[in-house]
């Protein structure tokens, strides 16, 4: 008997996810030949040797960051909070319906500012490169956490609120800036965004 091997292999398109949940997939096929025949790999023709596909394209889409004062999403954030009580953000798809899992977001980036420029200084990271930023100073590490990313068409995370450094009761105001990306999982096309409340 004569044993031949083929590798084939699944490569994923390019994405600029820091994750992705589709594996790459390798197949290995393995042929067995009678002896008493006489094969030649120079004749043999792949009728295809590699397909390179990728239907990434980027677009728009309409996203909403709402806040609420617990774990469970169902009561609004009022205009004030007591510091240090926690904020529960949700940041998801506008006209998408929970149950439809054609989408899944990813919170990028998400920061604080004292003013509503998303530019503004003071500045406070909350979410660097789709995970929880570093904590700072001597602030407890569960200070900022994301609850859900990447997982569904909507992302969470919960801050410990706070009050900013050297100024006064009158200018402590909390604005939270996200930036956004969206996967459509059928077609792979990737969607970019920048939300802010």
């Not at 490569?11 to 790459?24: C, G, H, S, Y």
């Amino acid at each position: 008997m004569v044993s031949v091997s083929f590798l084939i292999w699944r490569f994923l398109a390019p994405t600029p996810a820091v994750i992705q949940r589709d594996p790459q997939n390798k197949l290995n096929v393995t042929c067995l030949f009678n002896a008493k025949q006489l094969l030649s790999s120079s004749n043999v023709q792949p009728q295809i040797e590699s397909v390179e596909t990728s239907a990434t394209n980027t677009g728009t889409f309409d996203v909403s960051l709402s806040l609420f004062t617990n774990e469970h999403f169902n009561e609004s954030l009022p205009g004030e909070v007591t510091v240090p009580n926690c904020i529960f953000a949700q940041a998801k798809l506008d006209e998408i319906s929970a149950s439809n899992d054609d989408f899944i977001v990813q919170l990028e980036e998400c920061w604080a500012t004292r003013v509503e420029n998303s530019s503004g200084l003071p500045s406070y990271q909350i979410v660097q490169s789709g995970c929880d930023a570093q904590p700072s100073g001597g602030e407890a590490a569960d200070a900022k956490m994301l609850i859900q990313n990447y997982e569904s068409n909507f992302a969470t995370f919960k801050l410990m609120s706070f009050v900013w450094t050297n100024f006064t009761d009158v200018e402590q105001f909390i604005y939270i800036h996200c930036d956004v990306t969206s996967v459509k999982t059928r077609l792979d096309n990737a969607l970019d965004r920048r939300v802010e409340v």
